[in-house]
């Protein structure tokens, strides 16, 4: 059974057409990546999965359940996290603190509690190691706000890492690096695979065809097509709605 499943999810904007009756399934353990050109509609199908906006139709289930009206919270809750933006609290937090706060958030303790709970070390312990897990543990008392570009990225993963999830939703987690930030990000994407399934949009493709074992193609919100790399490599349809003749890394 897929760990999460998709049936007919629509989302239309006015006249504009962001997701139309986009069926698919992800698997439990793998990458599953999502691709389009720039206008696709693949932010809005994140935003949908995730809870940030709500379809005009269709389901999500996840694990069997549904949760298409599900908060974000709930979703959270149950094992579905997104990477997210740092947000100015969180910059003004060393990576340490913002990683122990999603802990803290994940336990269900109110932020209210936020001094009392900074006594707790096994609060700060789990946050350690999930900074050490996607390779940020020398910088942990760092401020979010003097973390390079990229490894503000590999924080942002951390914090949704910190929630415990079963699935994560990564949008465009390669965006703005260079050659060895991006380098990085694939490495720790790579480590990650195979202990929490990942679902992630992204337009670097030599990241894509490295990293997924199934690619769905978003094109104007139709889903055109969806399988292994090498099937998509080879579609004609994929290749001239988007990847053209650019050269893919084997």
Request: net charge negative; hydrophobic share 45%.
């Given at each position: 059974m897929a760990l999460l499943a998709v049936e007919r999810l629509s989302k239309r904007f006015g006249g504009l057409v962001a997701t139309e009756a986009v069926s698919l399934g992800v698997e439990p353990g793998g990458v599953h990546a999502l691709i389009g050109p720039n206008g696709a509609g693949k932010s809005t199908l994140i935003n949908q999965l995730s809870g940030s906006l709500a379809p005009d139709s269709g389901r999500i289930f996840f694990d069997g359940e549904d949760i298409t009206a599900r908060a974000m919270h709930e979703r959270v809750a149950r094992g579905l996290a997104r990477s997210y933006q740092i947000t100015n609290v969180f910059k003004r937090f060393s990576a340490l603190d913002g990683v122990a706060l999603a802990v803290q958030a994940r336990s269900g303790s109110s932020l209210?509690?936020?001094?009392?709970?900074?006594?707790?070390?096994?609060?700060?312990?789990?946050?350690?190691?999930?900074?050490?897990?996607?390779?940020?543990?020398?910088?942990?008392?760092?401020?979010?706000?003097?973390?390079?570009?990229g490894e503000q990225r590999q924080l942002e993963v951390a914090l949704a890492l910190a929630t415990n999830p079963r699935?994560?939703?990564?949008?465009?987690?390669?965006?703005?690096?260079?050659?060895?930030?991006?380098a990085r990000m694939i490495e720790l994407l790579g480590q990650l695979k195979g202990s929490v399934t990942l679902l992630l949009v992204e337009h670097d493709m030599d990241a894509v065809f490295r990293l997924a074992d199934t690619i769905s193609v978003l094109v104007y919100g139709r889903l055109i097509a969806s399988g292994p790399p090498a099937a998509i490599r080879a579609n004609e349809e994929v290749r001239r709605a988007?990847?053209?003749?650019?050269e893919v890394t084997p």
């Open positions: 209210r509690f936020w001094q009392p709970v900074q006594r707790e070390r096994a609060l700060f312990d789990q946050a350690a190691a999930v900074l050490d897990r996607v390779g940020l543990g020398a910088r942990k008392d760092t401020p979010a706000a003097a973390l390079a570009h699935l994560l939703l990564l949008d465009e987690p390669m965006a703005g690096q260079g050659p060895d930030e991006s988007y990847l053209g003749e650019e």
